[in-house]
């Protein structure tokens, strides 16, 4: 009884900070479907990653927030509709709700099947940008989410290896802790140029931030 009496008040206490985070209020008066999409916004206005006229990739995409971003960046005055310059590819493990122009695909990273479909949107084209949201569910292990965090980063960053432009680059969510150093060597051993992120519209109590990757120093592409 006491468990569950705590968990309601643990529940209760993220949902009143939830209501009234100011990235939650300013997503839902600008149409934005999570708080996610200032996350991307601030590392795109830090760095200059998003240009119209790209072709980006967004991983772990659901429900939307990062894509919607996007969007709005390759839009005439950062309209939610209408004309599009740039080419925009989602995909995640979860369904979601279409936006236009962007191409969805339904499904798992790591499996084969799904990264072939990915590649065949792709079609050959050269990609500028990566960015991925992903994460595993986490068991609380640190040893065991480390290693599952890890794998979507090498998933990542091959992915990166083989259709980014030699200037492109990949943002990717990570978490500080057990394996962080691992998921830096990654990243380093990738790309010229690694920032760290933590963006103020990540909370202050999440371990969360992201790793920049500017510049391949093997490009399979020119």
């Known amino acids: 009884m006491k468990v569950k009496t705590n968990s309601k008040k643990v529940n209760k ?37 998003i240009r119209p006229g790209q072709t980006v990739v967004d991983l772990g995409s659901t429900p939307g927030a990062w894509s919607q971003y996007l969007r709005r960046r390759f839009s005439p005055d950062g309209a939610a509709a209408g004309a599009l310059d740039g080419t925009i590819i989602a995909l995640d493990l979860l369904p979601m709700v279409p936006i236009e122009g962007v191409q969805f695909i339904q499904g798992d990273f790591r499996e084969a099947e799904v990264l072939a479909k990915l590649e065949e949107a792709v079609g050959g084209k050269p990609v500028d940008v990566v960015v991925s949201d992903m994460a595993p569910n986490l068991s609380g292990i640190a040893s065991s989410d480390a290693a599952r965090i890890l794998d979507l980063i090498e998933l990542a960053v091959d992915f990166s290896r083989q259709h980014l432009v030699a200037e492109g680059a990949l943002v990717a969510k990570v978490f500080h802790g057990s394996g962080y150093n691992d998921f830096v060597k990654v990243f380093k051993d990738a790309f010229k140029v690694v920032k760290v992120v933590k963006p103020k519209a990540s909370r202050d109590k999440s371990s969360e931030t992201f790793l920049v990757g500017i510049g391949l120093k093997d490009p399979m592409r020119p």
Do not use: Q
């Open 13 to 49: 206490a993220w949902l009143n900070d939830h209501v009234n985070d100011t990235y939650v209020k300013l997503a839902a008066k600008e149409g934005y479907r999570a708080r996610a999409a200032y996350k991307l916004k601030e590392i795109d206005e830090l760095l200059g990653l």
